[in-house]
């Protein structure tokens, strides 16, 4: 009998890191930290002490029924995927896969600026194939958004990295949308994709910005392992593809960056036979300001169990990480 929970891990990631070699291909900053030491004020005696006793209260709970569903989108065909982001003004920015038929799938954009409340339909590119699995993040400032989304697996074999950035939702004139292809190296097989976005790294070229994407795909033999890209900030239009080949077989990958101190942190999980029979989930982290050069770090999370499609949340110096246990329970049947 196989039964499935969710497990929430509280991480703080202070000690223990593990460095590991990273691999990169070049396409055609660490910021130190002051690690100051908390003093704690010794008293020797408190002030003054008093007491009381506790009285009970009782308390009355009263289920509160959900809102209404609001539509986001009316079409008669699958909307499947959505995701959103929502700014400092409590702007929301989203999108969606819409099935236009067996062959043909767009990545919808909506925008709601009252928190959710209504929503206008921004449109979509007009990519040939099936375009999935959008991602949404907040770029921290302004109205700008980043976006990216799984490439059709049969355009350049499944190697196309899409490039979203949006920073006014309600003008598309702001909008751009670049491909990368990764095809040559050779890379293959991209899957669901996630991305982050950062202000905080400064003196970048003005065609490009802080962006970390994650995905798992495929390079040569090496399959299905952890797959980075981001900007060369100081090279005008190089971008950069980091890989994990010593983390082949993961899937699900997610990102998230620590606006507190730049760093990123992308989960995953993953199958290693040397570790045991069950998934793990893999972390690796790195600094936005430096990520061409700096260190990167990896951590391995599980238990007894087997854990898959994480969540990473970082910020303020703490990470948590969310997934799916699914704890095999083994069991004897009695004939009478």
Not at 66 to 73: R, S
Not at 223 to 246: A, H, L, T, V
Request: net charge negative; hydrophobic share 35%; charged share 25%.
């Amino acid at each position: 009998m196989q039964k499935k929970a969710i497990y929430g891990l509280g991480v703080v990631f202070i000690a223990a890191m593990m460095i590991l070699p990273v691999n990169a291909f070049l396409t055609p900053e660490v910021t130190e930290e002051d690690n100051e030491i908390v003093k704690i004020a010794k008293i020797s005696r408190p002030s003054g002490c008093d007491e009381t006793k506790g009285i009970e209260i009782p308390i009355k709970v009263r289920l509160k029924p959900m809102p209404a569903d609001i539509e986001i989108a009316m079409t008669e065909n699958p909307e499947m995927r959505p995701t959103l982001a929502m700014d400092a003004e409590n702007e929301v920015f989203g999108a969606y896969a819409l099935q236009e038929s067996f062959f043909e799938q767009n990545v919808h954009y909506t925008f709601s600026a009252d928190g959710g409340t209504t929503w206008l339909d921004m449109g979509y590119y007009d990519i040939e194939g099936i375009e999935d699995y959008p991602a949404i993040d907040y770029y921290g400032s302004g109205k700008t958004f980043v976006g990216t989304f799984k490439p059709d697996p049969a355009e350049s074999d499944g190697a196309l990295q899409y490039l979203l950035r949006v920073d006014d939702p309600t003008d598309t004139e702001t909008w751009s949308l670049v491909a990368w292809d990764w095809t040559s190296y050779p890379y293959r097989d991209r899957m669901e994709p996630d991305i982050a976005g950062y202000d905080g790294v400064e003196d970048t070229p003005s065609d490009q910005w802080c962006h970390v994407t994650v995905c798992i795909g495929t390079r040569d033999v090496r399959e299905n392992m952890p797959i980075f890209n981001f900007y060369d900030y100081e090279e005008e239009g190089n971008g950069w593809s980091y890989y994990w080949d010593n983390f082949q077989n993961s899937a699900h990958a997610c990102i998230d960056i620590d606006r507190s101190n730049g760093f990123f942190y992308a989960a995953f999980d993953n199958y290693n036979e040397s570790i045991g029979p069950d998934r793990n989930i893999g972390v690796i982290s790195g600094d936005c300001h430096d990520l061409l050069e700096g260190e990167w770090y990896t951590w391995v999370l599980g238990g007894s169990e087997s854990d898959t499609y994480p969540d990473i949340a970082a910020e303020n110096g703490y990470i948590y990480v969310v997934c799916q246990a699914d704890v095999m329970i083994p069991y004897a049947r009695q004939t009478l």
